[in-house]
């Protein structure tokens, strides 16, 4: 159910359940799309438009990025995320709702600049008594040919006793999901003056064709505890963990030509601007550097990405009445975050004579030799590219705040509270570590070269290290290609670090024994130890905040305003150590690296203003202005 609520002084859209663990969709991101004003990122990275997101990833507000996110009010992140919780990484089924404020109070914490993104659970006095609520559910991915179930249950019930009113909640839900997407991708087009008479011509550097199939398994668990002693005080205590794991594997063949040296064949269409529509792409003469390699040359890879992630909330809080227009609120939490992954891809290579493409065609139409790119023997071994993730995070926060109500009064209330945080981050990261393992333009170093025709594999041709993919059913059958590929196991991906040393250690054998010197340069596969301090950052972060905010409504006028103006001060200290790495590129560094260690203190003032005009019984008109600060340190 999405509602604005008109009766809050800020702008606020929420989708709450219709039913106990009943949140729309199977997850949060999907949900909040359902929100005017907020859009989510479709690819599993806003930088990587290969490969899409099953139940989309990041979350942008009216247009802006930086939003933060909070589970019950209170801050909420995931490692791998620097202050960001990853939205997909929560289950959706323990949600009693979900709240964007597009506007930020003084009382709200800070950081959202697109806005805030709060994450509502149950609580056991929401309920009149005791409830026990479940549900079961199979998702069939039709495409993928997989059944994946998913399953919640929660119980709920309050006691009154000598000692007060308590109540006990617990949720538990698991989800699975597979899911496999298809693409076709046209690579860049160059502008040429060298193909059309008098006029600018477009083409592309080639064409590529993917298979990916995406499979994640989510479980959450929570639990709360709520204790009246009498109508004044209330004390609790929640307890939020989610654990998400995820892998996807990829089968793909790319291009990996020279743009320039591209030719196009005689019957090569192009529209009224020049743009290419139809032809055939080949690279008759071969590029200065590498004579021995005529073609297009293409690399067929495996790729596997894997990501486990582990979050955990704890908090505390006691709330306090003495009078009726008296509040005092205090709060202590601990949030806990561990994220390790691995993106590992290994490739082959190959060269094509020629590739025709018919752009024009919906999807796209691709051709080549099938024969050639069935025979393994016309394959190398290209690259392998590890990238390794282990992040771990902390934070202790607390808060306290103290609100007075006035009766009959244009002043409604004043609120103000202080919040101080403690937080720690330790993040390894490699990089994407390309290393070649046969490249054509390893050739020029070997005194004559290398012949791409001793580059087949017959000393690893066998199940254990390749396979053929056919590519079956690609796009349900409409896509008209050229779908056999030779690429590595998924086995050699999964097995880094060994499977890679293993790779580098048969290729330079191979190629010693065709009697190329490959061992003295290329031989060793160097490898980068994660626990090397130069792959590893940490930081520390305290912050001070402290505000102030006024409500007040003029409730004698023709059409009533209301709202409230506030101003929120925030002192931040940061500290990072980490390395600087230089390239491994002349004339830009020789791939050193030295220490370095940075701190910096900063305060913000951020004030802010929301007011609502009641026109109507039926009409409310709104306006907002605040300043907010952002930061996402990693």
């Not at 995931?78 to 930020?104: H, I, Q, T």
């Not at 506030?566 to 050193?592: C, H, I, K, M, W």
Request: include cysteine; proline fraction near 5%.
């Amino acid at each position: 159910m999405l509602f604005r609520s008109q009766n809050a002084e800020q702008i606020v859209d929420s989708i709450v359940a219709d039913d106990i663990g009943k949140l729309p969709d199977r997850s949060v991101t999907e949900t909040l799309q359902r929100i005017p004003g907020v859009t989510i990122e479709r690819f599993i990275d806003i930088g990587d438009p290969e490969h899409f997101a099953a139940e989309g990833s990041g979350v942008a507000v009216r247009g802006m990025k930086h939003v933060r996110s909070e589970l019950n009010g209170r801050d909420s992140f995931a490692a791998s995320g620097g202050r960001s919780l990853s939205f997909e990484d929560v289950p959706a089924e323990l949600m009693a709702g979900v709240d964007v404020y597009k506007n930020p109070s003084a009382d709200r914490i800070e950081g959202g600049i697109g806005g805030t993104v709060d994450l509502r659970t149950r609580m056991p006095f929401d309920s009149d008594g005791q409830v026990l609520s479940g549900s079961v559910s199979v998702n069939y991915g039709d495409f993928i040919e997989e059944y994946d179930p998913s399953a919640s249950i929660l119980y709920s019930n309050r006691w009154d006793t000598d000692a007060g009113e308590f109540g006990l909640l617990v949720d538990f839900a698991h989800s699975e999901i597979s899911t496999r997407t298809d693409g076709i991708f046209l690579r860049p087009f160059f502008a040429r003056t060298d193909l059309l008479e008098d006029q600018q011509a477009w083409i592309p550097r080639g064409a590529d064709w993917r298979r990916m199939d995406f499979n994640r398994e989510r479980q959450g668990s929570y639990g709360a505890f709520q204790w009246r002693p009498n109508d004044e005080q209330e004390l609790y205590l929640t307890v939020f963990r989610s654990d998400y794991k995820m892998q996807w594997d990829e089968d793909a063949i790319f291009v990996d030509n020279d743009p320039w040296s591209i030719q196009l064949s005689d019957d090569a269409q192009f529209d009224d601007r020049g743009v290419f529509q139809s032809g055939t792409l080949s690279n008759a003469e071969p590029p200065a550097w590498a004579p021995q390699l005529p073609g297009i040359p293409f690399g067929a890879d495996i790729r596997v990405s894997t990501r486990n992630s582990v979050t955990t909330d704890y908090a505390a809080g006691w709330k306090w009445l003495p009078s009726h227009n008296l509040e005092f609120n205090t709060e202590f939490q601990y949030t806990d975050s561990a994220t390790d992954t691995l993106d590992s891809t290994v490739a082959t290579g190959i060269s094509l004579e020629s590739l025709t493409i018919n752009a024009a065609a919906e999807p796209p139409v691709i051709s080549t030799d099938e024969d050639y790119l069935a025979d393994p023997q016309n394959y190398y071994w290209a690259f392998a590219m590890p990238h390794v993730e282990d992040s771990e995070a902390e934070q202790f926060a607390w808060r306290a705040d103290v609100e007075v109500s006035f009766d009959d009064s244009i002043i409604k209330s004043f609120k103000t509270g202080i919040r101080l945080t403690d937080r720690e981050a330790d993040n390894i990261d490699t990089g994407y570590d390309w290393q070649a393992i046969f490249a054509s333009w390893m050739t020029s170093a070997w005194g004559g070269g290398l012949n791409i025709d001793e580059l087949g594999m017959p000393y690893m041709a066998d199940d254990s290290q390749m396979s053929l993919n056919t590519f079956d059913d690609f796009f349900r059958g409409d896509a008209s290609l050229t779908g056999v590929v030779w690429a590595p196991n998924e086995s050699i991906a999964l097995g880094y670090p060994d499977s890679y040393v293993d790779l580098y250690a048969d290729a330079a054998a191979y190629a010693d024994s065709l009697g190329h010197p490959y061992s003295d340069t290329y031989g060793d596969y160097q490898l980068r130890n994660p626990s090397d301090p130069q792959w590893r950052n940490r930081q520390d972060e305290s912050t001070y905040a402290l505000y102030g905010l006024v409500r007040f409504g003029f409730d004698d006028l023709p059409m009533p305003i209301d709202g409230n103006l506030g101003l929120r001060y925030v002192e931040t200290r940061a500290q990072s150590d980490g390395f600087l790495v230089f390239p491994d590129l002349a004339p830009y560094g020789n791939g050193q690296m030295e220490p370095i260690s940075v701190e910096n203190d900063y305060d913000n003032l951020l004030p802010s203003l929301n007011l609502r005009m009641q026109i109507s019984d039926e009409l409310i008109a709104r306006f907002a202005v605040s300043q907010a600060m952002g930061c996402r340190p990693r």
